[in-house]
């Protein structure tokens, strides 16, 4: 059955050859084709070699945001929409071609990086010793396996969670990708991978987000504005995160003003510009054209034209990266001096001793952590706002408390902790502990997903928007297992036993990704204890108290081990350090125990004090007689006991289920 496609989608079919054509003029401004030394790939390779990498870059965004729309935009209906289905047809051919592409994109980058012609004598055994044994060979090597992996998840996308389990790797494919830049070997190495991995995850969101809408346009029916709309708001964030990464990656690669007019900022100007025509287009979608998809004569053919020619633009933009991205930086990749043990190893400068001034002053730049902690204090005070708009009153002392998390996290994440805890095992305790027993405690007491679910919109047409996907995690059956006191509590000592004691540990001193999923990780741990430990209205008295005692014991226990150790935890890194500060690193670790008893034994107290004071209201009020909710603050207790009875009604639904298939 022959479909027909909107003028936008038509359109699609013109990103190729005008991603092609702008990887050609970027070369062909910067001179990057150009043959360099004695070593030399050949022609083909020179101009062929940024044009394969453009459309490998436009065939990944095509895929990531198609995986985006499947998620959080298209309607689902059981995966029997149309605009759905449609969308997974495309990614089932896309992500092998994606697989294809990638291959040979390695194979010519290598040979224009070496200087080689593919195929030439030895150039088997060279690629092989690349993809092995040097960082940026490896780097290819992953980003070529998990492409595979999504390729192979691409083939049965038929709902959420297959869809969700593709996209993992697909997404993960931008970490090797970012690493493998010559950003990685710059000076601001850490700030420039970081700026790199949000400039690639939100221009592959914004770009493919829209081929995909184009091309489901006409499966879209009545839901075409609301589908739009979706689109819209994600569109104008994945901009904002693009132009923000963008001058962090040209503050890093740029020296002086001057440099703008050279070879590397000619092509920094050129993509300034489209980038400024794509904001142009989308302020006019947001302010005139999505208008015209509603109403009682709707205009369609006016945004799907506009969308057209937006991602021919965007087509051309993804050519002059592929273009950027090969030519020399006005920044040399490589640090003028030799760089110490400590500089090499943790990647950063090395700051002065640790004092008080400098745990105060001294910033860990990166983007991603301030793209974050920005972004958690926008968007809970805009919920705040909305809520006070319809009329009622949000506590003050859950936005204080919240404002307060940020604060803290912002320190703990930017500031004196993050750079003392790649150097100093101690330093890395007390940002553990930060995370853990403040923040995670914090944003309990601020109740952001009660907000969120207060003031987020319920989607209609059985699509999965930000409210739904947060009640898909809370009723998820290891998230209500682990959410128990006692679980929770098991849980926080075996996962912190384990990640120091094992290989984890290393990723996280070493690599940012390793950080910031720790970051996260520790924050959920000290929330989902004090969440349990608080819950008075769902679990005993004696289970929260229990819980309480096992964390202060635990913290007792931590400290006694790492007072008596005699092995260095993370010995090959903080081992080779040789911090010029005259400090022994074993002494540190062993001072940490300090650290330990003094911080969870005060996380301990503070559960100790919570479980004893906030009565046992399951125990005095059973739930068929549960008095009604309070509504002091302003019916802010009665939303929260709303989410309390959503989170029951899910157990209650799954132990029902599993007692049914017993039968």
């Given amino acids: 059955m022959n479909i027909p496609l909107a003028p936008g989608a038509r359109l699609v079919l013109g990103l190729v050859p005008l991603a092609a054509a702008g990887a050609l003029v970027g070369l062909a401004v910067s001179g990057s084709a150009q043959t360099v030394g004695l070593a030399d790939p050949g022609a083909w390779i020179r101009w062929a070699g940024p044009v394969l990498s453009a459309v490998n870059h436009l065939t990944a965004a095509v895929v990531l945001g198609g995986l985006t729309l499947l998620l959080v935009v298209l309607p689902y209906s059981g995966a029997r929409a149309p605009s759905w289905q449609r969308a997974a047809r495309v990614l089932l051919w896309v992500t092998p071609a994606w697989a294809v592409l990638n291959v040979l994109d390695v194979l010519v980058r290598y040979a224009r990086a070496a200087g080689r012609p593919v195929g030439g004598q030895g150039f088997e055994q ?162 005139r054209s999505v208008r015209e998809l509603d109403g009682p004569e709707p205009r369609p053919l006016v945004f799907w034209r506009l969308a057209g020619g937006e991602l021919l633009v965007m087509g051309l933009v993804t050519g002059v990266a592929a273009a950027l991205s090969v030519t020399q930086t006005p920044v040399p990749d490589t640090l003028a001096y030799l760089p110490a043990p400590a500089e090499e190893l943790s990647g950063r400068p090395l700051p002065p001793p640790p004092q008080v001034s400098t745990w105060l002053q001294y910033v860990n730049p990166d983007v991603v952590f301030a793209v974050a902690v920005a972004a958690a204090a926008l968007l809970y005070l805009l919920g705040v706002g909305r809520y006070r708009r319809e009329g009622r009153a949000w506590p003050w002392w859950r936005t204080a408390t919240f404002i307060l998390a940020v604060l803290v996290a912002g320190w703990v994440l930017l500031g004196g902790p993050a750079v003392y805890g790649r150097l100093l095992f101690s ?153 010029p500060w005259g400090v022994d690193a074993l002494a540190d670790q062993q001072a940490a125990a300090w650290v330990v008893w003094l911080g969870g034994g005060l996380f301990a107290l503070a559960l100790i004090v919570v479980a004893v004071l906030r009565t046992d209201d399951a125990a005095t009020h059973p739930p068929a007689a549960r008095r009604p909710a309070r509504m002091d603050d302003d019916g802010m207790e009665a939303e929260l006991r709303a989410y309390e009875r959503m989170l029951e009604r899910m157990e209650n639904r799954a132990a029902q289920r599993k007692a049914a298939s017993r039968r």
Wanted: glycine fraction near 10%.
């Fill in 126 to 287: 060279e690629l092989a010793y690349f993809l092995t044994e040097i960082s940026a060979g490896r780097a290819s090597l992953v980003a070529t396996i998990l492409i595979a992996l999504a390729a192979v998840g691409a083939v049965g996308i038929s709902s959420y969670r297959s869809a969700a389990l593709t996209a993992v790797p697909a997404f993960a494919v931008l970490l090797p990708w970012s690493v493998r830049g010559h950003a990685s070997s710059a000076a601001d190495h850490a700030i420039a991978v970081s700026a790199l991995w949000l400039h690639l995850l939100a221009m592959a969101v914004w770009v493919g987000g829209l081929v995909l809408l184009c091309l489901v346009s006409t499966t879209l029916g009545r839901q075409t504005g609301a589908v739009v709309r979706r689109y819209s708001t994600l569109a104008l964030a994945c901009y904002v995160l693009v132009g923000i990464s963008g001058l962090v990656s040209s503050w890093t690669r740029l020296e002086e003003p001057g440099d703008l007019t050279g070879p590397y900022g000619r092509l920094v100007l050129i993509k300034a510009g489209l980038f400024t025509v794509l904001g142009a287009a989308g302020w006019w979608h947001r302010r």
């Fill in 427 to 579: 330093a890395h305790t007390v940002w553990v502990l930060l995370l853990m027993a403040v923040v995670g405690p914090a944003l309990v007491a601020a109740a952001p997903g009660a907000l969120a679910r207060a003031v987020l919109p319920a989607r209609t047409d059985d699509s999965r928007g930000p409210r739904e996907w947060l009640e898909v995690a809370a009723g998820a059956a290891p998230v209500r297992f682990l959410a128990r006191p006692l679980p929770a509590v098991v849980h926080l000592g075996v996962a912190m036993v384990v990640i120091h004691r094992s290989d984890v540990f290393d990723l996280v001193i070493t690599t940012q990704v390793g950080q910031g999923l720790m970051a996260a990780y520790a924050v959920t741990l000290g929330a989902a204890l004090t969440r349990a430990v608080a819950a008075n209205d769902r679990y005993p008295r004696t289970d929260r108290l229990a819980a309480a005692v096992l964390t202060g014991l635990f913290a007792a226990l931590s400290g006694l081990v790492l007072r008596s150790m005699t092995a260095l935890l993370g010995a090959d890194y903080f081992g080779a350090l040789g911090l």
